[in-house]
């Protein structure tokens, strides 16, 4: 009984030495974080203070003047004469770093201005109320040249990604930003946009055309983000709606550019209609195996198709669920230019029933056996085009009304983001495209090909037809294959 005090004393002597030496290593490893923090966050900053400690210490306070001048003047020297590589060596690289500086740390805050922050009474706190903000993290520049930063953001329980992208626009505005886009990655996770430069503002130029086909991703011009806009064709149809002067011409020509290599090689064919008498599509004939220039020529190409597309599924019964393109069974596209005109404006009722029909029969059964059907037109009322909901890829360019956005590009697209009746008329070719699956739409803009970008296209990848291989339905336009053949007469010339 008489060890048992000084027993206790040791303990607890030791126990205040060990919690000494614990709370001395923290406080050494909290200075050493923050040293390198401050180090990693301003690396400037710190350059200058310890330049200016050694300079202190070893007495050269003038030389570091010196060469403090001598930079600075060199500075002001390069920003002067050669004000582009100083914007992009120096004065964007401090600005990103500013920027995302400043939205990390101001992340709480910009919450709470923007209705994103959800306030919580703690009543074992005597009825504090707590603020709790959806958490950042992962923010990084995706695209340097086009200033796209993104950011992983995590809601808080009580909150959904829809209350997120509701508030995309004024989060966006808080944070300076061009536009700001949110895209659903989880349950309570979404990956945010924001665009400080805007890479559609510029025509974009014709992609280099693809020398092997890649009917999954077909390049067709650029994204907001500065990445390639890759349209999927294989196993799917595309409605591209626009007025007059969107740019529709851009996505089919993009389009046709981005397949030229499969057409030339035979693994492509493309039936085209053109019912304004061919104004539209001539001048790319000779990449078309038909061509028809009125509604009753392209009523019976239609229909031609959806003979085709049914004897083809039934070789493909039992065999095969998904088409690959061949020389013998190539992807065929059916391409309809004011679709408008073959269901709603034709006065022949009898013709117009017959093309509801035949695009009905495509549009439902075409994607497997490989019988894509790409349609364009203007109005997108449904007592124009009945079939709009079987298109799964949807292309809006720009349209006359707010409500037409959600006609086209489906319930709920124009909030979010989809501003289609917003797009300027100087901006021919921008547009929102929709894919079945994808809750968000991507506001793109495609290439823009004029009549001697289309001309050289159709001669250097008209298709060459060898004899072996023969066309995928027995009626084949005479007058493509003398435009082809002219293309390659003149190239040779």
């Known amino acids: 009984m008489t060890h048992q005090p000084s027993q206790q004393s040791t303990a607890t002597s030791d126990d205040w030495i060990a919690e000494l030496i614990v709370s001395l290593l923290s406080l050494v490893w909290w200075m050493v974080k923050t040293a390198v923090q401050l180090a990693w966050h301003f690396p400037l900053v710190t350059a200058v203070l310890v330049a200016a400690w050694w300079a202190y210490t070893s007495d050269h306070l003038?030389?570091?003047?010196?060469?403090?001048?001598?930079?600075?003047?060199?500075?002001?020297?390069?920003?002067?004469?050669?004000?582009?590589?100083?914007?992009?060596?120096?004065?964007?690289?401090?600005?990103?770093?500013?920027?995302?500086?400043?939205?990390?740390?101001?992340?709480?805050?910009?919450?709470?201005?923007?209705?994103?922050a959800l306030a919580v009474t703690d009543r074992r706190s005597g009825g504090q109320r707590q603020?709790?903000?959806?958490?950042?993290?992962?923010?990084?520049?995706?695209?340097?040249e086009h200033l796209v930063l993104t950011g992983r953001v995590h809601v808080v329980a009580g909150q959904t990604v829809d209350d997120l992208a509701s508030a995309a626009e004024t989060l966006g505005a808080a944070c300076g930003a061009w536009s700001c886009r949110v895209r659903k990655t989880g349950p309570r996770?979404?990956?945010?946009?924001?665009?400080?430069?805007?890479?559609?503002?510029?025509?974009?130029?014709?992609?280099?055309?693809?020398?092997v086909l890649h009917a999954a991703a077909v390049p067709v011009g650029l994204r907001e983000d500065g990445q390639p806009w890759l349209l999927r064709l294989a196993a799917t149809h595309v409605l591209i709606v626009g007025v007059t002067g969107a740019g529709k011409g851009s996505v089919v020509w993009s389009l046709?550019?981005?397949?030229?290599?499969?057409?030339?090689?035979?693994?492509?064919?493309?039936?085209?209609?053109?019912?304004?008498?061919?104004?539209?599509?001539?001048?790319?004939?000779?990449?078309?195996?038909?061509?028809?220039?009125?509604?009753?020529?392209?009523?019976?190409?239609?229909?031609?198709?959806?003979v085709l597309m049914t004897e083809r599924a039934a070789r493909m019964a039992g065999t095969s669920r998904r088409h690959e393109p061949s020389t013998r069974e190539p992807l065929l596209v059916v391409l309809v230019d004011e679709v408008a005109l073959l269901t709603a404006y034709t006065p022949d009722r009898k013709l117009?029933?017959?093309?509801?029909?035949?695009?009905?029969?495509?549009?439902?059964?075409?994607?497997?056996?490989?019988?894509?059907?790409?349609?364009?037109?203007?109005?997108?009322?449904?007592?124009?085009?009945?079939?709009?909901?079987?298109?799964?890829?949807?292309?809006?360019?720009?349209?006359?009304?707010?409500?037409?956005?959600?006609?086209?590009?489906?319930?709920?697209?124009?909030?979010?983001?989809?501003?289609?009746?917003?797009?300027?008329?100087?901006?021919?070719?921008?547009?929102?495209?929709?894919?079945?699956?994808?809750?968000?739409?991507?506001?793109?803009?495609?290439?823009?090909?004029?009549?001697?970008?289309?001309?050289e296209l159709a001669c250097a990848y008209a298709p060459s037809r060898p004899p072996e291989s023969r066309p995928v339905f027995s009626v084949v336009d005479n007058d493509a294959h003398d435009d082809a053949n002219t293309c390659g007469e003149e190239g040779a010339a």
Request: charged share 25%; with cysteine; glycine share 10%.
């Open 62 to 116: 003038l030389v570091l003047g010196i060469v403090v001048a001598i930079l600075v003047v060199a500075l002001v020297v390069w920003r002067l004469a050669w004000p582009g590589s100083f914007d992009r060596l120096v004065a964007q690289p401090a600005w990103r770093r500013r920027k995302r500086r400043a939205i990390r740390r101001n992340w709480p805050g910009l919450c709470e201005r923007v209705g994103l």
């Open 131 to 144: 603020s709790w903000t959806p958490g950042l993290s992962r923010l990084r520049w995706a695209s340097r």
């Open 189 to 211: 996770t979404a990956l945010v946009t924001w665009l400080y430069g805007d890479p559609l503002a510029q025509v974009v130029t014709p992609l280099p055309i693809p020398d």
């Open 256 to 306: 046709l550019g981005g397949i030229a290599g499969g057409i030339r090689d035979g693994l492509v064919q493309v039936w085209a209609v053109d019912g304004k008498a061919g104004m539209e599509l001539q001048p790319g004939r000779a990449l078309f195996t038909r061509f028809a220039t009125t509604v009753e020529d392209g009523v019976q190409l239609l229909e031609d198709a959806a």
């Open 352 to 455: 117009r029933d017959r093309a509801e029909k035949a695009l009905a029969a495509i549009a439902t059964q075409g994607r497997a056996p490989g019988v894509v059907l790409v349609a364009a037109l203007q109005d997108p009322r449904k007592e124009v085009l009945g079939l709009r909901n079987l298109f799964p890829t949807k292309v809006a360019m720009r349209l006359d009304e707010k409500s037409q956005v959600d006609m086209v590009l489906g319930e709920g697209a124009r909030e979010s983001g989809a501003l289609c009746h917003q797009i300027p008329d100087t901006s021919p070719g921008v547009a929102y495209v929709k894919v079945d699956g994808v809750r968000e739409p991507v506001r793109v803009r495609a290439a823009y090909y004029n009549d001697q970008a289309i001309g």
